[in-house]
């Protein structure tokens, strides 16, 4: 009896294990960089047992991270594996670098972020896994730096989303000019702006604040969401301000929390939910 118990238990536990999410590390070349760099994807349980297309989350990581930080930092190191599995999505995560903000550098060819994300990433993603290879099943958020980056790249490339988030978003990089650190942020964006690292209308130039045409005109859903205690909080309302003295359509949460993987995490699931149901109600226009 008691080595049945056993055999049971190890069994269960096998059962669990092969129910999970499987995570895979895409190595994806950059021509436009002349690089190659890695991308952590999140594949559901029920990929394997299907023949069907997947939606796609891209999940971008913030500023001083890199690819896989989603899945290393937040206090439940299974938060997006369950999230993958729960809403059967396939879930990317591609590299950003340290501060590149997800632009096009416009002085450095080795910091192209907009146009890898954009064409070299989704391309490869498409080409490799079952997808729905189209803006009705593809959707992208990510927090601070991330968030700036999934704001910034859905309004520039409206044809590639459906929706799109952010958390904790930089939607008004000079911000980060202002922080103790300013001497590290100046060094650390160099590689992005060059000598004209510490000229305010460069960032102007790239801020999602400044965005707000664009986002109207392009009519995708938003969710947005910042904590109270987080220190791009101010920035953060002003452009829900701004979003709705333009009558532009969108989700604003500020929720207690500070500029934690506490409150990313806690804030996540709600931006996964806000997509899920964009994505149904596209499948369901299809599917007619």
């Not at 591609?94 to 146009?115: A, C």
């Not at 301000?241 to 969108?250: D, G």
Request: glycine share 6%; with cysteine; proline share 4%.
């Amino acid at each position: 009896m008691k080595y049945f118990k056993i055999l049971l238990f190890i069994c269960v536990l096998s059962s669990g294990i092969s129910h999970a999410a499987k995570v895979d590390t895409l190595q994806i070349a950059s021509t436009v960089m002349n690089k190659t760099y890695k991308a952590a994807i999140v594949l559901p349980n029920s990929y394997a047992k299907s023949k069907k297309a997947f939606p796609v989350m891209y999940l971008l990581h913030g500023a001083y991270g890199h690819f896989d930080d989603w899945l290393k930092k937040t206090p439940d190191s299974e938060l997006v594996k369950n999230l993958a599995d729960q809403y059967n999505l396939i879930i990317v995560m591609p590299e950003g670098e340290t501060f590149s903000f997800y632009i096009d550098s416009p002085v450095n060819t080795g910091s192209q972020f907009e146009t890898f994300v954009t064409k070299e990433v989704i391309q490869k993603v498409d080409k490799t896994y079952r997808t729905i290879a189209n803006k009705n099943g593809r959707v992208i958020t990510g927090l601070s730096m991330g968030g700036h980056g999934a704001l910034y790249l859905s309004a520039r490339n409206p044809d590639l989303f459906c929706a799109a988030g952010s958390m904790s978003g930089a939607v008004d990089m000079s911000v980060m000019l202002n922080r103790d650190s300013s001497a590290q942020v100046l060094k650390l964006i160099e590689p992005v702006f060059g000598d004209k690292s510490n000229d305010i209308k460069m960032y102007e130039q790239h801020a999602v604040l400044n965005m707000i045409d664009k986002i109207k005109a392009n009519k995708l859903p938003l969710i947005i969401d910042c904590g109270i205690d987080d220190f791009l909080i101010e920035p953060n309302k002003e452009l829900h301000r701004r979003l709705v003295y333009n009558k532009v359509e969108h989700d604003y949460t500020e929720r207690p929390g500070a500029h934690t993987w506490e409150y990313w995490e806690n804030a996540l699931p709600f931006q996964v939910l806000f997509f899920n149901k964009i994505v149904l109600k596209n499948q369901a226009v299809v599917g007619k």
